[in-house]
């Protein structure tokens, strides 16, 4: 059989998204849970009314004149946990099987014995397997690809980055194999070398399953379509729209192309019960197949006819005549309930083989002694192990020539070497790694300490010359900063990710004040999503967005605008503490509008580091600034919004070159640089919709064109994200008057927090030919930076050939903030940015720049060729040389040392952006200098804000950090002192910088993402006056209640004579659920050392009442609905059962936590003190900021320095004597157990601290006494005692 015909999963790792109601019928094997299959899909009486009726425990015999039989049913390694998805007949009489975890397995002849077995990857599904004749045979996942010989060893493994979502492979030749995936890269790859020869774009949503023919190359892909390809040049040549919803599979056989896949009726994928059949000669379609099941594989199984295997995911299938009518006969595969995932047919058509996803693997045959092969290879069994003759001590007939080495029997041998080279010399032994030392625990003499990891297992390294061995210690226990800090790592300290270390407390030991030393607030990193932390920054310390967001509240359950202003709420009270964005990522994970765009990562997609972070922070930016105007804006404008589809809308560019930059080629309005710069746009961040597709077609007819307009200039481009119809634009700013007063400035807006700010407006004219103008307005936030080619051949084009003018735009009003998206995203970018550096550094060097032989930029001059090539030392040479464009950069970059903090840096600090007639003028203008005194109207002047940068991490993905310059405000409220100073933001550690290291980028390891750039005296425009949003209504608010009707009123709400007042009690309890489970480890000595703590989720708050006639009574009693999967209720510990959180079940007072959230804030902004026991986790779980002078804890209160923590049910037993939480937590009991333990102590300070502190140490030898335990028996005996001192 030819090795391409491998059956594989075209849909593995594919999102495709449809009703849920229709999802027992999906097709991807490796996403199906079988106990969710229909079963009336399972059932064959059902699916096939001609077969044989079937009986619990009767197992399928086959029916009279059958083909094929079942001839063996076995689980293959690793089935128990893992389905087959891959199946695959070699040219030897093997057939491979590849799971979904990875492993690998082949089986001998027709018995299925089993050759080999071996793990091919470490939890990647094996997608598809070749077989090449005397290499091995070829594995591919989503992510790498590997050769192995037959015998297990592994020949090569291929990994790019472009291999992600790899799903098909086709060897086109024994040196020569393509890969493809559900992206636009192909991969032509070198089998000799293992090299990329060259990449195919393919159109979206790419290559799912590749065949090939003798004239070309077919790929059939998830949108039903299958395209023929040019094997020479991979152009598509050919398209069969074959199925409206998605293709399934599809099978070549001479000119016969069949295919089978999904439908798209009312919205939903139905399976197509019809085979559609296509000519190839005449490319045309001809009469599809009916069938009496649903098709998910097919094969062509040729033996005398053209005839074919049709196989559904139940477990049925059809060999029927690809030309004649349907057949009713039918066969049955014993999956048990599971679904068929992989499927192949053997050369000789004499064997059929499936996998199912219960991890068995199924073989049909014609009779029990076929074979794979018509003309197999020998397989290599393993070599017999021959006996050695035993030779008897005494035997002295024994030839001498037996004994397996003869030795001389005068002189010596070889190996008796002198003895002067055979003495002992002993290596001093290497220092003790002090880390080791530092954790080491000795137990029984012996010490135990965790592996740092910094070594191979029973490797010591001998390096020349000695070793220092000063080396400071850290007095910060826990600090991941100084131990084990590579000496030759190129990151510095402070830029480096910072893990927290739990102990036996989580994080109420870690001193997270060691890493930051000023009063601004840092953010934690322990939950997932945290790599917006620095974004989250940028937002905060952008002051007419920080007051906006203040001053914003909607009734909006999972409102982004809301929660950022909680965020920024506790950011402003914090004095140098750390927060958490655990609301607000709450919030983003919910909305289905960021999971769909990929923004939301699970956690091991974050510690794998398989993310490229650079450009999902551009894309959440992205994502905020649309969702915050769609949350801010007035209703009418978001309807008005709604009816308008953004796709459809991506506007072109208005270019500008930097000052450093080679010099554009002057063509201000060009339709063909628009068409360029929006395919561009579109394919990067957009879904083709059928518009693009039409403005496509139409851009061939001016490639040539297209290809030349990529100019050598930085151009930027704006990405449309917030109003009716988004932009592209330019760096620079438009039409505002700065003279205008705040009010006219205002008037002028309409509304939307993120327009008034990062809003850019401009007019774009449309020319049609026969005269039409159209214009319309457009509002976009963002600018995204393309870059010129600045190899050899990009400068040497010569100049773009001018065309028409149909399209052009100009620019209205200039944003206050300008966002700019870097992109650095391939290496021709990161090229741009590094001949900066070279250009500044040799500008400062005194560099002849122009030269031939010094310049970064190969420029020819003259064709004739100089006679020493590129060893010519000429300056100035008039000859041409030839120039190897991927190693000139790289060896001049070598001579830059970009970690010198003298280097010179190209991003200004200051912009001057003047508006002339809808065009741009932009220079660079130094933050220090002070504005005229005669501002222009049509000009504006803008300081560098931050700058979010990608740092680059051998061991993981890196992360995200951030340069903000904060101004006198911010320092005013926090610090008390009015200056301006540039700051890091890594997560929680923050650091001042000077300002050039904010824009100082080593493009090695630090890679910038975003720029912002802020108008100069923002403040004048805006008022920043902080209203707070939250009143008294919100606690007698029930519009939030999510079952009205069912439920159980357990509080007594506040009447408007309670209304609470500064320095009231508040007794406060809340109840916690676990989300994920706590993630330890076990060390050698015996401890547990803790790695990640279990994540949790306020499901229950009460508040009582700690004054008047209603002393005790709860005011508040809410249960928090959870949006998300709740792994543990912890029943025992909380009191919640599942039913309690169920909108559908739920009796109790169930509600949302935005709205509890806005009731407890009320109350701290009220100024009311809070008692409770453990108050400090309560709030951290529900994420507010809480003075400290608003909280008695309980357990502070009868503690004792260095002692242990004293339970709430201890102290109420002890003191109060009522013993509480006997079955379960109650958190109505325990507030008002904690308000009556506070009571108890006002009641003993009445007799002075000294009468307190003996009562509380009495309390604790006795707790010791009795191993804090309760007992009736003790506390009848203690009664007496209790009472006296109490």
């Not at 293959?76 to 397995?105: A, I, K, P, Y």
């Not at 989580?506 to 009063?519: A, C, Q, V």
Request: glycine share 6%; with cysteine; hydrophobic share 30%.
């Amino acid at each position: 059989m030819d090795y391409n015909q491998i059956p594989m999963n075209p849909y593995a790792g594919a999102e495709i998204q449809v009703d849920a109601s229709q999802a027992p019928r999906m097709i991807d094997p490796n996403m199906i849970d079988p106990n969710m299959i229909d079963p009336t899909m399972i059932d064959p009486t059902l699916m096939n009314p001609y077969a044989p009726p079937m009986f619990p425990g009767a197992e399928a015999a086959p029916l009279p004149n059958q083909e094929y039989k079942q001839l063996h049913s076995l689980m293959v390694d690793g089935g128990d946990r893992f389905g087959v998805s891959c199946l695959c007949f070699d040219t030897q009489e093997l057939l491979w099987m590849g799971n979904q975890g990875g492993h690998v397995t082949s089986y001998y002849g027709p018995s299925l014995q089993k050759y080999t077995s071996f793990q091919m990857h470490q939890n990647e599904d094996v997608r598809q397997m070749a077989p090449l004749k005397d290499r091995g045979i070829l594995s591919l996942t989503q992510s790498s690809l590997r050769l192995s010989v037959r015998r297990g060893t592994s020949q090569f493994t291929f990994q790019s980055p472009d291999m992600h979502d790899m799903q098909c492979m086709l060897v086109t030749s024994p040196t020569s194999l393509l890969i493809g995936g559900h992206h636009t890269k192909v991969i032509d790859l070198d089998l000799t070398t293992v090299t990329e020869r060259q990449k195919f774009e393919v159109p979206d949503p790419g290559c799912a399953i590749l065949r090939t023919t003798s004239k070309c190359i077919c790929a059939g892909d998830t949108s039903g379509k299958v395209t023929l390809y040019d094997p020479n040049t991979m152009k598509a040549e050919h398209v069969f729209d074959a199925h409206s919803g998605t293709l399934s599979d599809f099978d070549i056989h001479g000119n016969l192309l069949v295919t089978c896949g999904f439908s798209s009726r009312v919205g939903n994928l139905t399976p197509d019960r019809y085979l559609k059949m296509y000519d190839l000669r005449m490319m045309r379609s001809m009469s599809p197949l009916q069938l009496i099941i649903d098709p998910t594989f097919l094969r062509f199984v040729p033996t005398y006819s053209s005839r074919l295997a049709v196989v559904s995911q139940v477990g049925q299938f059809q060999v029927i005549e690809a030309t004649g009518t349907a057949s009713l006969n039918m066969y049955q595969v014993q999956c048990h309930n599971s679904i068929i995932m992989s499927f192949d047919v053997a050369a000789t058509c004499q064997a059929l083989a499936f996998g199912d996803s219960g991890g068995y693997l199924h073989l049909f045959a014609t009779d029990e002694n076929i074979q794979f092969n018509p003309f197999h290879e020998d397989t290599d069994l393993a070599d017999p192990v021959e006996p050695s003759q035993n030779i008897h001590i005494h035997d002295f007939s024994t030839p001498y020539a037996m004994v397996p080495m003869s030795y001389p029997g005068t002189g010596k041998l070889l190996s008796d070497w002198p003895e002067y080279l055979c003495e002992k010399v002993y290596r001093k032994p290497k220092q003790i790694d002090s880390e080791i030392l530092r954790t080491m625990k000795v137990y029984h003499n012996v010490g135990y300490a965790p592996n740092p990891g910094k070594e191979r297992r029973n490797q010591i390294p001998y390096t020349k010359g000695t070793e220092g061995t000063a080396k400071g210690k850290s007095n910060i226990p826990e600090s991941p900063l100084g131990r084990g800090d590579d000496p030759f790592m190129a990151i510095p300290k402070r830029f480096r990710k910072v893990d927290l270390k739990y102990s036996k407390l989580g994080l109420e030991d870690f001193d997270f004040r060691h890493y930051n030393k000023t009063h601004f607030a840092g953010l934690e990193i322990h939950i997932p999503n945290v790599y917006c932390n620095s974004m989250l920054q940028i937002f905060y310390f952008i002051e007419p967005l920080r007051v906006k967001l203040l001053n914003h509240l909607c009734d909006r359950e999972f409102c982004l605008s809301c929660e950022l202003g909680f965020l920024f709420h506790m950011l402003d009270k914090q004095k140098g503490q750390t927060s958490q964005a655990s609301n607000f990522l709450r919030a983003f994970r919910t909305l289905p509008e960021a999971a769909a765009l990929g923004l939301v990562l699970a956690e091991n997609e974050e510690v794998a580091g398989r993310t490229n972070l650079g450009r999902l922070i551009q894309s959440w930016q992205r994502f905020m600034h649309q969702q915050i105007h769609s949350e801010t804006s007035p209703r009418p404008m978001i309807e008005n919004k709604l009816e308008v589809p953004e796709v459809e809308k991506e506007e072109t560019v208005v270019e500008g070159a930097t000052a450093e930059a080679p010099p554009p080629v002057e063509e201000p309005e060009k339709p063909v640089e628009e068409k360029v710069e929006k395919e561009k746009e579109v394919k990067k961040e957009e879904p083709k919709s059928s518009k693009s597709k039409k403005k496509k077609k139409k851009g061939k007819k001016d490639k040539k064109e297209d290809k030349e307009a990529k100019k050598a200039a930085a151009t930027e481009t704006t990405q449309g994200s917030v109003t009716e119809q988004p932009a592209e634009k330019p760096e620079g700013e438009g039409t505002e008057t700065p003279v205008e007063s705040p009010r006219e400035e205002k008037e002028k807006k309409d509304g939307s927090v993120v327009n008034d700010i990062f809003g850019l407006d401009t007019v774009t004219t449309l020319r049609c030919r026969c005269g039409q103008e159209n214009t319309r307005q457009n509002t976009t936030t963002l600018v995204n930076l393309n870059y010129p080619d600045c190899s050899g051949q990009g400068l040497n084009k010569g100049p773009v050939p001018k065309s028409g003018k149909q399209q052009s735009k100009e620019v209205l009003t200039l944003p206050d903030v300008l966002a700019l998206n870097c992109q650095l995203e391939n290496p021709r970018d990161l090229e741009f940015w590094k001949i900066q550096l070279m250009l500044l550094k040799q500008k400062d060097e005194g560099e002849n720049s122009s030269s031939t032989s010094s310049s970064p930029i190969p420029l020819q001059s003259t064709t004739v060729m100089c006679r020493y090539g590129r060893k010519c030392t000429k300056k100035g040479c008039r000859f041409r040389h030839e120039q190897d464009n991927s190693s000139w950069l790289q060896d001049d970059i070598m001579k830059i040392h970009t970690d010198d903090e003298n280097d010179p840096v190209w991003i200004p600090f200051g912009l001057q952006v003047k508006l002339e007639n809808g065009k741009l003028k932009i220079e660079e203008f130094p933050d220090d200098e002070p504005l005229p005194d005669d501002l222009d109207p049509n000009t504006k002047y803008y300081e560098l804000h931050g700058t979010v940068s990608h740092i680059k991490d051998s061991k993981g993905g890196g992360h995200l950090v951030s340069h903000i310059k904060v101004g006198e405000t911010f320092h005013q409220r926090k610090e008390g002192v009015t200056t301006t100073q540039f700051y890091l933001f890594n997560d929680f550690s923050i650091s001042d910088v000077e300002k050039e290291e904010a824009v100082r980028f080593n493009l090695e390891w630090r890679v910038p993402c975003t720029l912002y750039f802020i108008r100069r005296n923002i403040k004048q425009f805006y008022d920043i006056t902080v209203v707070n949003p939250i009143t008294s209504t919100v606690l007698t608010d029930e519009s939030t209640l999510i079952n009205p009707k069912r439920r159980k009123m357990t509080f007594l709400p506040f009447t408007d004579e309670e209304s609470p007042k500064e320095g009231d009690i508040i007794g406060l309890d809340a109840e916690f659920v676990s989300l994920n489970q706590e993630e330890s480890e076990l060390r050698s000595d015996g401890t547990r050392s803790t790695l990640r703590p279990s994540h949790m989720s306020v499901a229950r708050i009460t508040c009582i009442r700690g004054q008047g006639e209603n002393l005790g009574e709860p005011f508040i009693d809410d249960y928090i609905c959870s949006h998300e999967q709740v792994v543990d209720y912890l029943t025992q510990y909380s009191g919640i059962k599942p039913g309690d959180l169920d909108p559908t079940l739920s009796n109790r007072h169930l509600t949302t936590l935005k709205a509890t959230y806005q009731k407890i804030r009320y109350l701290v902004d009220t100024g009311v003190i809070f008692v409770g026991h453990g108050l400090k986790k309560d709030f951290r779980v529900i994420n507010i900021h809480v003075p400290r002078d608003q909280i008695i804890d309980t357990v502070e209160l009868f503690h004792l320095p260095r002692q242990r923590m004293i339970s709430l049910k201890f102290l109420a037993w002890y003191f109060l004597k009522i013993n509480i939480q006997s079955i379960t937590h109650d958190s109505v009991e325990d507030a008002r157990t904690a308000l009556q333990l506070y009571l108890k102590y006002q009641e003993m300070s009445k007799e002075g601290m000294d009468k307190v502190r003996k009562v509380i140490k009495e309390m604790y030898e006795f707790g010791r006494k009795n191993q804090w335990k309760i007992s009736e028996g003790i506390e009848e005996a203690t009664d007496d005692n209790a009472i006296a001192f109490l």
